[in-house]
């Protein structure tokens, strides 16, 4: 399934705040990301049409099983752009947030599955001999830093 780089941003940020309140409201999301309240409930019908929230209007958001893998991945795609671009060729805090964002919506999953394996292997964190893959969540969890053995 291919989402917009809008509909990533409104998908991780349900994620996000999932974590934090107890019910997602169109209010909080729009305050997060800074957006009126319209736009914000267009990105969530759009979201529940493909099947990945669950929202009827002026109730609470959620996230279907589909929603909530789709963001997981998004976060950790980000995430490994972000560290990639920070710890290995030295970027900025402020710079690696920003362009992990942009960077990581191009590239496709076998370029991300191959960045984290690098990043991994240049950190010194553990052997991702497991089959590392960015769609295997499972695998992720084996990565350990060496001195935490």
Known sequence: MELSNSQEEYLKTIYILKNTKNEIRVTEIANKLNKTKASVNSAINS???IGLINYEPYGEIELTNEGEKIAQKIIEANDIVKL???EIIGATEINAEEEAKAIKTVLSDDTLNKIAKYTHKELGLTSLECGYDINN???ITCARRKDNK
């Open 84 to 86: 990639f671009l920070k």
């Open 137 to 139: 969540q499972r695998c």
């Open 47 to 49: 979201l529940k049409q």
